[in-house]
């Protein structure tokens, strides 16, 4: 059974940085994409960032000059930087990984807090 494991979030404060880690293990065909979710308070759940395993990237428009996903496929662990953070950023983020079945899992959350 794959489950998605992030770890990482905390408070900081705004123009700082975090990182982000989801170790997804279970598949042993690996992951056919990975992808970073975010639910801001009172609001529904958006894309953040996503990558494939030929490496091809997507980002939300607002984050696309602050923050950097990459994968470490060995250790089936997907990474989200994030750089100048704002208030706005403050949500749950979640990890999203689908399979080459195209079965998706997610993970627990993790709260990001971007406050002074």
């Known amino acids: 059974q794959v489950q998605p494991v992030e770890s990482g979030g905390g408070l900081v404060q705004p123009g700082g940085s975090l990182g982000l880690s989801c170790a997804a293990s279970?598949?042993?065909?690996?992951?056919?994409?990975m992808a970073w979710y975010r639910q801001p308070p009172g609001k529904q759940r958006e894309l953040v960032a996503s990558?494939?395993?030929?490496?091809?990237?997507n980002y939300k428009s607002s984050v696309k000059d602050r923050f950097a996903i990459s994968t470490d496929n060995p250790k089936r662990t997907v990474y989200l930087r994030m750089d100048n953070l704002k208030p706005e950023d403050t949500a749950i983020y979640y990890c999203?990984?689908?399979?080459?079945?195209?079965?998706?899992?997610w993970g627990q959350g993790t709260q990001v807090t971007v406050s002074s």
């Open positions: 999203k990984v689908e399979d080459p079945r195209g079965r998706s899992f």
């Open positions: 279970g598949s042993i065909f690996g992951f056919r994409i």
């Open positions: 990558i494939t395993t030929s490496g091809e990237t």
